[in-house]
């Protein structure tokens, strides 16, 4: 984590360079590993400096969820939100889940313009420590339970696209690269 700092020798001062992440896509490595259970000290400067780096890279990519091994970083985190709120959770787990299930649309800003229909249940009982090393236990339900277990899969290795049969997601990327397309037409006017 120590990119995340520049020394200026001159002044002697340690100053903060705080800047997006960068997303990787489907061949990353580290979206087919299990992240391992962090073990390290909470919190931490190195920590909090990653996790404005997660928030930030969240916020710029307009996504409601960022796993650390999305940007290349094997740490069992992730952030999910909207606009000025997150939630961080570190060494994420699922308690419970619901009974009822919904099928929905999910994207990922690893697979951009990619969605798929995946069936998730409508809420989940969930525990995680938060950034402050606070262990919290709350239910999740609709969109952000969603979100939790997407970036959960990706804590376990497991991508979005893997919860579809070959024909949808054959569907999907034919839908993916028309809305590609269009958005480097729209870009050129």
Known sequence: MSEILK???GANLLEEVIKPLPIYDDNLPLLKEVMP???GEIPSFELMQLIKRLKMTRKTY??????????????????IGHNDWDIVCINPKVIATSAEIKLDNEGCLSYPGLYVRITRPTWVDVEYTNEMG??????????????YLHELDHMNGIKFIEHVGPLALKIAKEKQAKRIKKHLRQRKK
Do not use: H, P
Not at 134 to 145: C, E, M, Q
């Open 134 to 147: 606070k262990i919290v236990s709350t239910r999740l339900d609709g969109l952000t339970a969603r979100c």
């Open 37 to 39: 259970e962090y073990t």
């Open 7 to 9: 020394i200026d020798t």
């Open 62 to 79: 307009n996504g409601i969820g960022l796993s650390a091994n999305q940007c290349g970083i094997k740490f069992r985190c992730f952030i």
